[in-house]
């Protein structure tokens, strides 16, 4: 079906103030999460952290985080290929915080090999995480988000990429997932931020530094940028990079 509404108007910047709020970023315990969170951090908010394998990383973090001038932080683990994991994880932040204010939907997974070199199940685990399981720790948490969710898609979504046909598949899902939800609530701020190749575990530390990809997060959270709802913001344009 055609798109007959027309693209939504850009919203004109107004400055988000970061110290206290709410934040959860998932995925955090490495890469562009931990720097996502250190970011938060020294602006003031208050932060949940969700790992998968990586716990005594995450724990790390948020001793770092509280370092940076957190003023609270909590670790909770979390699999996005697993529901009750979903919730669990759910019920603890919002237990803890009892709203948020941002949610970036940071955690992924890749493999890195042509489309028919992947198993079946390395095909069925890319999609599954980084396509439903982002849509649904979203499902479980928009109703308690106040002001914005920021998902971490990739340019792997705005072009095609040779070796990563199923990962480029659910970030082109990704993004209509943005570009839709944004047009459903309008009263919150939803946008999605492409990182080209960065360096970190995932692309054997090839690439453009986290915190790069962190300055365009934290650019977005504090409403330093025209962005029309559901907009993809390529941090290439803001920060340079291949």
């Known amino acids: 079906m055609d798109d007959v509404t ?8 107004a400055i988000v103030e970061l110290a206290g709020a709410k934040v959860l970023v998932t995925g955090a315990s490495i890469g562009i999460g ?27 973090v ?9 003023p609270d932080v909590f670790v909770v683990r979390l699999d996005l290929g ?16 009892g709203h948020l ?6 955690a992924g997974v890749v493999v890195w090999r042509p489309f028919l070199e992947q198993t079946l199940e390395e095909i069925d685990l890319q999609v599954r995480v980084n396509l439903e399981g982002t849509m649904k720790i979203t499902w479980l948490l928009l109703p308690h988000v106040r002001d914005a969710v920021i998902v ?5 979504s705005l072009h095609g990429t040779p070796t990563l046909a199923p990962y480029g598949a659910g970030k082109w899902g990704i993004r209509g997932f943005v570009k839709a939800l944004a047009k459903e609530h309008p009263d919150k701020r939803i946008v999605a931020v492409h990182p080209t190749v960065t360096a970190t575990r995932m ?9 790069k990809v962190a300055e365009v ?16 913001v390529d941090v290439r344009d803001l920060v340079g990079g291949g």
């Open 6 to 13: 027309g693209p939504a108007p850009a919203r004109r910047p």
């Open 101 to 106: 204010d941002i949610l970036v939907d940071n």
């Open 82 to 97: 697993d529901e009750p994991s979903m919730r669990a994880c759910s019920a603890a932040v919002l237990e803890a915080f």
């Open 203 to 211: 692309n054997d530390f090839r690439g453009m530094p986290p915190e």
């Open 34 to 60: 931990r720097e996502i969170a250190f970011g938060f951090a020294a602006a003031g908010s208050r932060l949940a952290l969700t790992y998968l394998e990586h716990e005594a990383e995450a724990q790390s």
């Open 152 to 156: 971490i898609a990739s340019t792997a």
């Open 217 to 232: 997060v934290l650019m977005v959270a504090r409403g330093e940028l025209e962005l029309a709802p559901g907009a993809d």
């Open 62 to 70: 948020a001793a770092r985080c509280l370092e940076l001038g957190a």
